[in-house]
């Protein structure tokens, strides 16, 4: 009895393994072109859970352009990499890489391609629309975006609208109009997508922005250098809320370094802004109805043509805060070299941070705190608030705990803003370096709270 209510068991064991792990034990492998002679019939002769394997070579025509996943759950993956695997569109026009417009997943798998010479209205390299696929180890370059939008051309290397997508470990450089754009449905209340990331990227060499984040799309950048791109590095504009850019290095960028405009909200924090040239904001601006909250970040040797070398707030209702950050070495042309405010019906607040030996050709090198509301406590600034013309007044400008000492850069003339050891700015300034990038931190000392500086 005991026997046959064994085999009756195994008999079910058997059939539950069978529906549980029969699609993976049976996930097969095409090979391109050795089993299809191209990358879409690769993808069409798939099912989920299959791989399509992609030869080294350089692919072109039909077949091997505006290939689409049709919604399955593959992985679509190059033999040796992005270097030796290129899907060239030859410049055609309304041709590029790759579609996903069929509800794609996380376990639609792009892994591994050189996508080149795409020319679309909206991305040149890769469109997304309602689809939600991971994008890795792919180099997007040299692709053209047609459509005027997004104060110029379109998106020339990635577009996502009402994405999900994952982009990882991606190269977007040397394409005509933007890097990279997010977009929601400005129509929608709320966005019911979950957020979008770009990870361990470079966004470079694009003639338009790096990264365009508009209409309500939540995304996260992280790990990612942002460089030399036409515009700015990074806008977030049109009601764009959940913008988290945290461990990125935003250099270079012709437009300045970050951009919130038109009611959007965004977290900056950990990152290196440096070198960037704008108009307002060399390094970050803030138009009137926006808000972002910076923290840990270094912002330096930043140019304006007019005002905010480093930073430039511009608020009519929105906040601005300003935490842990170095600011050092920015230059403004008329006003603000390190910071520019100009405060209505909201608030600027700088704590913990250092201020110093930035430049304007007009007046107020260090802060111009033009408005209502400003609040700057427990900093170092170069010059103190006399180096502002305008006295605290304990309600419309509160000026708090601050000191004006040399903050003791290691060597700021090689980037290098760690403090030394007997720095009286110990509590302020940005945090320890991150991922091997020379970030402002106590030299051989343990941080110590603004209250316990105050004692010593």
């Keep these: 009895m005991m026997g046959k209510i064994c085999r009756w068991c195994m008999y079910i064991m058997t059939v539950v393994a069978w529906f549980w792990l029969g ?3 049976f996930a097969a492998m095409i090979h391109v072109p050795a089993d299809q002679p191209t990358i879409q019939s690769g993808i069409d002769a798939a099912e989920n859970g299959d791989t399509v394997l992609v030869s080294d070579g350089i692919y072109t025509g039909a077949g091997n352009v505006n290939i689409s996943f049709s919604g399955k759950q593959i992985t679509v993956k190059s033999r040796s990499g992005a270097d030796a695997t290129i899907i060239d569109c030859e410049e055609t026009p309304n041709t590029r890489g790759f579609t996903f417009e069929s509800k794609e997943t996380h376990t639609s798998v792009l892994d591994g391609f050189t996508i080149r010479n795409g020319v679309h209205d909206l991305g040149g390299g890769i469109y997304c629309h309602t689809a939600s696929p991971t994008i890795q180890n792919c180099i997007i370059t040299q692709n053209r975006g047609t459509a005027t939008r997004f104060r110029g051309q379109s998106a020339g290397g990635v577009y996502g609208t009402d994405t999900n997508v994952h982009i990882t470990d991606c190269t977007v450089t040397q394409n005509r109009g933007c890097g990279v754009v997010f977009e929601g449905e400005r129509a ?24 365009i984040c508009q209409d309500l799309a939540p995304v996260t950048i992280k ?25 990125c290095r935003i250099e270079q960028n012709t437009g300045g370094g970050i951009e919130c405009s038109e009611e959007s909200f965004a977290k900056i924090e950990d990152c290196i802004i440096k070198q960037n040239r704008a108009v307002h904001g060399g390094g970050i601006y803030c138009s009137p109805t926006s808000e972002i909250e910076v923290s840990g970040c270094i912002i330096a040797q930043n140019t304006a043509t007019e005002t905010g070398g480093g930073i430039d707030v511009i608020s009519t209702r929105g906040l601005a805060t300003i935490t842990h950050c170095t600011i050092t070495q920015n230059t403004a042309h008329d006003r603000g070299g390190g910071i520019s405010t100009f405060i209505e019906f909201s608030q600027f607040t700088l704590t913990n941070s250092i201020v110093w030996d930035n430049h304007s050709h007009g007046k107020h090198p260090e802060i111009s705190p033009g408005g209502r509301q400003v609040i700057i406590k427990s900093c170092d600034i170069r010059g103190g608030f006399a180096g502002m013309d305008r006295e605290p007044d304990d309600e419309w400008f509160i000026y708090e705990n601050n000191i004006d000492a040399d903050p003791r850069f290691i060597n700021p003339d090689n980037g290098d803003y760690r403090l030394e050891s007997n720095s009286p700015a110990a509590s302020m300034g940005a945090r320890p370096p991150l991922g091997g990038i020379t970030a402002v931190t106590h030299k051989e000392k343990r941080l110590v709270t603004w209250g316990e500086l105050k004692i010593k």
Excluded: K
């Design 23 to 25: 699609p993976l034990t």
């Design 188 to 211: 929608w209340t709320f966005n019911t997508f979950r957020s979008t990331t770009l990870a361990n990227c470079t966004i470079s060499e694009n003639t338009d922005s790096g990264v």
């Design 223 to 247: 790990d990612c250098t942002v460089l030399q791109n036409g515009e700015r590095g990074i806008m977030c504009t049109f009601f764009t809320r959940g913008i988290s850019i945290t461990h």
